[in-house]
């Protein structure tokens, strides 16, 4: 389950996608979930490009970790999954 990067709440989901979505003067047609301890975006960076991710890596701020930690790597059975790729071509002995 994701959490809330403010506060560390588990959220059901992160964004809400609504059917306007092909209407550009609506935006993107996805709602930020407001977390419900803390009443704050969940995960405000589900919008944010690279570029604002990684200024805010550099400058160490928390969120941006639990965000890429807990959000990005952990699925819903709560473990992390990272995808390494084989080794090519394979070891020969
Ligand atoms: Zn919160």
Same mark, same amino acid.
């Given at each position: 389950?994701? #959490? %809330? #990067?403010? %506060?560390? /709440?588990?959220?059901?989901? !992160?964004?809400?996608?609504y059917s306007k979505a092909d209407d550009r003067a609506l935006g993107k047609?996805?709602? !930020?979930?407001? %977390?419900?301890? %803390?009443k704050r975006f /969940?995960?405000?960076? #589900?919008?944010h490009d690279f570029v604002v991710i990684f200024i805010d890596l550099v400058l160490i701020k928390p969120q941006v970790y639990r965000h890429l930690l807990f959000n990005k790597l952990g699925l819903e059975d709560d473990r992390f999954h990272v995808n390494v790729p084989p080794s090519y071509p394979p070891p020969t002995h």
């Open positions: 389950m994701p #959490i %809330c #990067i403010e %506060c560390r /709440a588990p959220v059901k989901t !992160l964004y809400t996608s047609g996805v709602r !930020l979930t407001q %977390c419900p301890r %803390c /969940a995960d405000k960076y #589900i919008e």
